[in-house]
C-alpha cells in the first residue's frame, strides 16, 4: 500500500473513530439527563457518571479494534458486520457494568441499558450514514429520480430473469458502474410474493412463464439470466426461449465457475455452447488426491493444451511442491507459466521445453526432479492429419507415451496417468490406433511395474482447440455454411474441466493399469450442436445453412467409450466406470515390425489391426501386401 492510500485510511479511521467516541459521550449524556434530570443540572458527577462515560467510550473503541470494526468497508456491509457492532458494543456495556460493580460498589443498570440502546442507534447511523452518501453519490439517478436523456437513448432496455440475490447484485452493478450501457426496465421471477412490487428501484414485471409477453410489452433490447443456482434443465429451456424471441441474451456464470473463482457473480459472459451439453455437467470429489499431491513433485506434460494447462490449473489447488510444466511448443509454455505465476502461490513451477520422443531430454527431467506424479496430456490428437502422417502419430502417441511411461517406472514415481479417447475403441483411423497402442503399452508396465499406471479415455472436449466448437463460430461468423459431416454422426461431448476432474480422479483410484471412463450421458449428434450454435448466435437456419460435406478419412459414425469385453458391471466411483486391465504378450515383437514398415497406407493398416485385435505376427507373415511394402 502506497504512503497516501496508507493516509486516507488513517484519516478516515480517526474521523470514524472520533465519531464513535462522540457518539457514545451523548448517548451517556442524552439517558442521564433522561433518568436524573434534576441531578444533572446539580452535580453532573453523580456517581461517578462522568467517569463511566469516558470508560464506556474508551472500552468501545479498544473493542471496536480487537473485533476489526475500523477495517470494515461500510458501503459494502451486510448484516454480519451489523451484528458484530452489535456483539462489540454488548461487550463493552458488560464490561463496564462488571467495572461499576467492583470499583464503585454499584452498577447504574438502567442507564447502562439506555445507554447501550442509543449508542447502537448513533453508531449504526454513522456507518449507514456513510453509505447511503456514497451511494446517492454514485447512483444519483434513483434518489433523484432523473437521469441523463441522451445517455438513456443510448442503453439498452435490458430485462433481469431472477430477483434474487444474483439479480440485485447486478442491478446495483448497473447502477454505479459507467460501463455497462444497459437500461434495467425490470425483473422476472416465480416468486409470488415479489409480482409488481419493486427491488433496488427495479419492478418485477411478471413469471418466468411470462417471459414472451414481457419481452414485447416492454421492447426489451436484451436479456441477462441472473440465477447462478438454476436446474440445469431449467436454464436450458429458459436460453431456448429466450433466443427465440431476443438476439442480445447473457447470463451470469454458474455456481461452478463463481466456486473455481474463474468469474465474479456479477460477470456477465455471452451464452456459449456450454449452455447446451444437453446434461448436467458431472461434478467429482477431487478432494482424495490431497494426500497425493501436497508437498509433492508433480509432472504434467503436454502442460501447453487445453487439457494439459486445465490440469495444472487443478492441481495447483493441492499446493504441490513442484509443477514441471513440460511441452514441445515454448509459446504455449510461456501463456502457462506466465498465467499461473500470476496466481503468486507458493509453488515451484518449473517451465520445460521437451519433446516427448526425445528419450534422453526426459530421462534428463526425471532425473532431476524425480515427479511423484506423472500426467500425460501430450499427443497428436486431430483425426485427418494423423490420417494422413500416421508415422509422425506413431512416433508421438505411441513411442512418446512409451518413453514417458518408462521413465516413470525406471524414476519411481507413485503414480502415472495417460490421456486417451473414446477414438481408441474399435478405433478405425490412425489416431485411434496409436491411442489404443499406447494403452497397451501402459498396461503392460503396470503388470510389472510399482508404479501405479491408469489410462483415461474422453470423448470430444467442448472448447478445445480441437473440437468442432470454434469451426463452427468461425463458419457462422463469416456467414455459413456450417459445415457437418453426416446427418447422423454422434459423438460424446465433456466440458474442459469434467475432463481435467477425471484425470485427476483417476490418479486417486488407480490400482493398476485401470482404463476409466466418464459417465457422459447420451452422444449427441454433430448436426444438433451445429443447430443449437447457430440459434445461440441469434440466427435461423434460413439465414445461416447446414451443409453436409462427407466423412472424412478415419472417421466413425459414432464413437463407445468401452469394448464389449472391457466393461465392468459396476461404476468403480460415482459417474466414472473402469474398464478390465489386458495384457499384449506380443507387444515388443508387434513394435519391432511395425517400426520397418515404410509406407503411410502399409503402417495406417498395420495399426488398425493390431487395434483392433486382429492382427497376429503370424497374420503379418503370411500378408504379401504389408510384406512387400518392409
Same mark, same amino acid.
Given at each position: 500500500?502506497?504512503?497516501?492510500?496508507?493516509?486516507?485510511?488513517?484519516?478516515?479511521?480517526?474521523?470514524?473513530?472520533?465519531?464513535?467516541?462522540?457518539?457514545?459521550?451523548?448517548?451517556?449524556?442524552?439517558?442521564?439527563?433522561?433518568?436524573?434530570?434534576?441531578?444533572?443540572?446539580?452535580?453532573?458527577?453523580?456517581?461517578?457518571?462522568?467517569?463511566?462515560?469516558?470508560?464506556?467510550?474508551?472500552?468501545?473503541?479498544?473493542?471496536?479494534?480487537?473485533?476489526?470494526?475500523?477495517?470494515?468497508?461500510?458501503?459494502?456491509?451486510?448484516?454480519?458486520?451489523?451484528?458484530?457492532?452489535?456483539?462489540?458494543?454488548?461487550?463493552?456495556?458488560?464490561?463496564?457494568?462488571?467495572?461499576?460493580?467492583?470499583?464503585?460498589?454499584?452498577?447504574?443498570?438502567?442507564?447502562?441499558?439506555?445507554?447501550?440502546?442509543?449508542?447502537?442507534?448513533?453508531?449504526?447511523?454513522?456507518?449507514?450514514?456513510?453509505?447511503?452518501?456514497?451511494?446517492?453519490?454514485?447512483?444519483?439517478?434513483?434518489?433523484?429520480?432523473?437521469?441523463?436523456?441522451?445517455?438513456?437513448?443510448?442503453?439498452?432496455?435490458?430485462?433481469?430473469?431472477?430477483?434474487?440475490?444474483?439479480?440485485?447484485?447486478?442491478?446495483?452493478?448497473?447502477?454505479?458502474?459507467?460501463?455497462?450501457?444497459?437500461?434495467?426496465?425490470?425483473?422476472?421471477?416465480?416468486?409470488?410474493?415479489?409480482?409488481?412490487?419493486?427491488?433496488?428501484?427495479?419492478?418485477?414485471?411478471?413469471?418466468?412463464?411470462?417471459?414472451?409477453?414481457?419481452?414485447?410489452?416492454?421492447?426489451?433490447?436484451?436479456?441477462?439470466?441472473?440465477?447462478?443456482?438454476?436446474?440445469?434443465?431449467?436454464?436450458?429451456?429458459?436460453?431456448?426461449?429466450?433466443?427465440?424471441?431476443?438476439?442480445?441474451?447473457?447470463?451470469?456464470?454458474?455456481?461452478?465457475?463463481?466456486?473455481?473463482?474463474?468469474?465474479?457473480?456479477?460477470?456477465?459472459?455471452?451464452?456459449?455452447?456450454?449452455? *447446451?451439453?444437453? %446434461? /448436467?455437467?458431472? &461434478? !467429482?470429489?477431487? #478432494?482424495?488426491?490431497?494426500?497425493? @499431491?501436497?508437498?509433492?513433485?508433480?509432472?504434467?506434460?503436454?502442460?501447453?493444451?487445453?487439457?494439459?494447462?486445465?490440469?495444472?490449473?487443478?492441481?495447483?489447488?493441492?499446493?504441490?511442491?513442484?509443477?514441471?510444466?513440460?511441452?514441445?511448443?515454448?509459446?504455449?509454455?510461456? *501463456?502457462?507459466? %506466465? /498465467?499461473?505465476? &500470476? !496466481?503468486?502461490? #507458493?509453488?515451484?513451477?518449473?517451465? @520445460?521445453?521437451?519433446?516427448?520422443?526425445?528419450?534422453?531430454?526426459?530421462?534428463?527431467?526425471?532425473?532431476?526432479?524425480?515427479?511423484?506424479?506423472?500426467?500425460?496430456?501430450?499427443?497428436?490428437?486431430?483425426?485427418?492429419?494423423?490420417?494422413?502422417?500416421?508415422?509422425?502419430?506413431?512416433?508421438?502417441?505411441?513411442?512418446?507415451?512409451?518413453?514417458?511411461?518408462?521413465?516413470?517406472?525406471?524414476?519411481?514415481?507413485?503414480?502415472?496417468?495417460?490421456?486417451?479417447?473414446?477414438?481408441?475403441?474399435?478405433?478405425?483411423?490412425?489416431?485411434?490406433?496409436?491411442?489404443?497402442?499406447?494403452?497397451?503399452?501402459?498396461?503392460?508396465?503396470?503388470?510389472?511395474?510399482?508404479?501405479?499406471?491408469?489410462?483415461?479415455?474422453?470423448?470430444?472436449?467442448?472448447?478445445?482447440?480441437?473440437?468442432?466448437?470454434?469451426?463452427?463460430?468461425?463458419?457462422?461468423?463469416?456467414?455459413?455454411?456450417?459445415?457437418?459431416?453426416?446427418?447422423?454422426?454422434?459423438?460424446?461431448?465433456?466440458?474442459?474441466?469434467?475432463?481435467?476432474?477425471?484425470?485427476?480422479?483417476?490418479?486417486?483410484?488407480?490400482?493398476?493399469?485401470?482404463?476409466?471412463?466418464?459417465?457422459?450421458?447420451?452422444?449427441?449428434?454433430?448436426?444438433?450442436?451445429?443447430?443449437?450454435?447457430?440459434?445461440?448466435?441469434?440466427?435461423?437456419?434460413?439465414?445461416?445453412?447446414?451443409?453436409?460435406?462427407?466423412?472424412?478419412?478415419?472417421?466413425?459414425?459414432?464413437?463407445?467409450?468401452?469394448?464389449?469385453?472391457?466393461?465392468?458391471?459396476?461404476?468403480?466411483?460415482?459417474?466414472?466406470?473402469?474398464?478390465?486391465?489386458?495384457?499384449?504378450?506380443?507387444?515388443?515383437?508387434?513394435?519391432?515390425?511395425?517400426?520397418?514398415?515404410?509406407?503411410?497406407?502399409?503402417?495406417?493398416?498395420?495399426?488398425?489391426?493390431?487395434?483392433?485385435?486382429?492382427?497376429?505376427?503370424?497374420?503379418?507373415?503370411?500378408?504379401?501386401?504389408?510384406?512387400?511394402?518392409?
Amino acid at each position: 500500500m502506497s504512503i497516501p492510500e496508507l493516509g486516507r485510511k488513517s484519516f478516515r479511521t480517526g474521523v470514524l473513530v472520533i465519531l464513535d467516541i462522540i457518539a457514545i459521550l451523548s448517548s451517556m449524556f442524552v439517558t442521564y439527563f433522561f433518568l436524573y434530570p434534576i441531578e444533572f443540572v446539580g452535580n453532573v458527577n453523580r456517581n461517578h457518571f462522568v467517569e463511566s462515560a469516558l470508560l464506556y467510550s474508551a472500552l468501545f473503541i479498544v473493542m471496536a479494534g480487537i473485533s476489526r470494526l475500523y477495517r470494515v468497508a461500510w458501503r459494502f456491509a451486510s448484516m454480519s458486520e451489523a451484528i458484530r457492532l452489535a456483539v462489540t458494543l454488548m461487550m463493552s456495556t458488560v464490561t463496564l457494568y462488571v467495572i461499576q460493580f467492583v470499583i464503585y460498589g454499584e452498577a447504574m443498570e438502567r442507564m447502562l441499558f439506555l445507554s447501550f440502546c442509543l449508542s447502537l442507534l448513533l453508531l449504526g447511523g454513522i456507518r449507514l450514514g456513510s453509505r447511503i452518501y456514497v451511494t446517492w453519490k454514485q447512483d444519483r439517478r434513483l434518489v433523484l429520480g432523473g437521469r441523463n436523456m441522451k445517455r438513456r437513448k443510448s442503453e439498452k432496455r435490458t430485462l433481469i430473469v431472477g430477483a434474487g440475490q444474483a439479480g440485485r447484485m447486478l442491478v446495483r452493478q448497473i447502477n454505479q458502474s459507467e460501463n455497462h450501457r444497459m437500461n434495467p426496465v425490470g425483473f422476472i421471477d416465480d416468486n409470488i410474493h415479489l409480482q409488481n412490487l419493486t427491488v433496488n428501484g427495479v419492478r418485477v414485471l411478471g413469471t418466468l412463464e411470462q417471459l414472451e409477453n414481457v419481452v414485447e410489452n416492454h421492447a426489451i433490447d436484451k436479456i441477462v439470466f441472473a440465477i447462478p443456482s438454476m436446474n440445469y434443465q431449467e436454464r436450458l429451456t429458459l436460453i431456448k426461449r429466450a433466443k427465440a424471441i431476443c438476439t442480445n441474451v447473457h447470463t451470469l456464470p454458474m455456481i461452478e465457475e463463481v466456486a473455481a473463482g474463474k468469474v465474479a457473480v456479477n460477470q456477465m459472459r455471452q451464452v456459449s455452447i456450454d449452455d *447446451l451439453l444437453g %446434461r /448436467e455437467p458431472v &461434478e !467429482l470429489d477431487i #478432494s482424495g488426491i490431497q494426500s497425493e @499431491v501436497e508437498g509433492k513433485t508433480v509432472l504434467v506434460t503436454g502442460a501447453g493444451g487445453s487439457i494439459g494447462s486445465e490440469i495444472c490449473r487443478q492441481i495447483l489447488k493441492f499446493n504441490p511442491d513442484r509443477l514441471l510444466l513440460l511441452g514441445h511448443g515454448e509459446n504455449s509454455i510461456y *501463456l502457462i507459466e %506466465r /498465467e499461473l505465476r &500470476e !496466481l503468486n502461490l #507458493s509453488v515451484e513451477l518449473i517451465p @520445460v521445453i521437451a519433446d516427448v520422443q526425445d528419450i534422453k531430454r526426459l530421462r534428463d527431467v526425471f532425473k532431476t526432479h524425480l515427479p511423484h506424479l506423472v500426467f500425460h496430456a501430450a499427443a497428436h490428437k486431430h483425426v485427418p492429419l494423423m490420417e494422413a502422417n500416421p508415422h509422425e502419430a506413431v512416433k508421438n502417441n505411441i513411442y512418446g507415451t512409451k518413453n514417458v511411461a518408462e521413465m516413470a517406472d525406471e524414476y519411481g514415481a507413485a503414480r502415472f496417468v495417460m490421456i486417451s479417447t473414446d477414438k481408441a475403441v474399435n478405433p478405425t483411423n490412425v489416431m485411434g490406433s496409436t491411442k489404443r497402442v499406447a494403452e497397451m503399452i501402459v498396461q503392460n508396465l503396470a503388470k510389472k511395474s510399482r508404479t501405479k499406471y491408469a489410462v483415461v479415455r474422453f470423448g470430444n472436449v467442448l472448447g478445445s482447440r480441437g473440437s468442432v466448437i470454434p469451426l463452427f463460430k468461425m463458419q457462422i461468423e463469416k456467414g455459413g455454411p456450417v459445415t457437418v459431416t453426416h446427418p447422423d454422426m454422434t459423438r460424446y461431448f465433456m466440458t474442459i474441466p469434467e475432463a481435467s476432474r477425471l484425470v485427476i480422479q483417476a490418479g486417486t483410484l488407480a490400482e493398476g493399469g485401470e482404463i476409466f471412463v466418464l459417465d457422459m450421458g447420451d452422444p449427441v449428434k454433430i448436426v444438433d450442436l451445429a443447430r443449437n450454435m447457430i440459434r445461440l448466435s441469434g440466427f435461423t437456419e434460413d439465414q445461416i445453412s447446414i451443409a453436409f460435406s462427407g466423412i472424412r478419412p478415419g472417421e466413425k459414425m459414432f464413437e463407445e467409450l468401452l469394448k464389449e469385453g472391457e466393461v465392468h458391471s459396476e461404476a468403480v466411483y460415482p459417474k466414472i466406470f473402469t474398464g478390465i486391465v489386458t495384457e499384449e504378450k506380443q507387444l515388443d515383437e508387434k513394435l519391432n515390425r511395425m517400426e520397418k514398415i515404410k509406407t503411410t497406407e502399409a503402417l495406417s493398416l498395420y495399426l488398425v489391426n493390431w487395434a483392433n485385435d486382429c492382427l497376429t505376427l503370424e497374420d503379418y507373415k503370411q500378408n504379401k501386401n504389408m510384406k512387400s511394402t518392409v
